[in-house]
């Protein structure tokens, strides 16, 4: 019988400093890895639909401001077309879909500045709501969580999205929401614990 008890679990890490030196180099404050850092922009100049500028904050169960978060984004096109092998055509080729965002140190606020995205199709058929797929990790998180921005200002796509169908809790869905501050701008804080937790996917 093979002995067990001398192999110890390797113990979980949290996202720390290194992500940032290993993703954000330039944003740290160590030039010279990249030109600029990857993931800079989900946008290239001459992106077609509506330029937006989307904030906010990482805010732990304590009512912290995380500023080390850091996440990925992943969207579609104006046209809701994602880069890539899309049955219905190719996309915008000025809009890679993917950024990389880092709050910033100091005060701990993020800024996205994309482009609206449009509605892609389930695989059912129907149309999700315009939104933005996050991945985002910070100290204290073992696994990156998954959630999505959504904005408030498409009710009646987001009262048929399927996706946002599927959240019993319907109060739970004004996490989820970025808040239409003014002409292309928004807000939204992604909350980890307590009142106002962001929905996470298991995805």
Known sequence: MQRLDYLKETPSQTAGPYV????????????????EDLGASPIKAGAKGQLITITGRVIDGAGMILRDALF????????????GND???PADPNVT????????????VWQLDTIKPGRVPFPDGRLMA???????????????????????DEPDANEACPVLLR????PRV??????KQDDG?????????????????DM
Do not use: C, M
């Not at 990925?72 to 880069?83: K, L, N, R, T």
């Not at 701008?185 to 996917?201: A, C, M, S």
């Open 20 to 35: 940032h030196i290993g993703l954000t180099p330039n944003k740290l404050g160590n030039p010279g890895i990249y030109p």
């Open 72 to 83: 990925e984004s992943w969207q579609a096109d104006a046209a809701g077309i994602y880069p």
């Open 87 to 89: 049955p219905r055509g």
């Open 97 to 108: 879909g993917w950024a990389r965002v880092a709050a910033d140190f100091d005060t701990g």
């Open 130 to 152: 315009p939104h933005i797929a996050v991945w985002l990790v910070a100290r204290g998180i073992n696994v990156g969580l998954q959630t999505r921005i959504y904005f408030d």
């Open 167 to 170: 959240i019993e809790h319907r």
């Open 174 to 179: 004004q996490t989820l929401l970025a808040k």
């Open 185 to 201: 701008r928004y807000h939204i804080d992604f909350r980890l614990q307590g009142e106002d937790e962001t929905v996470f996917f």
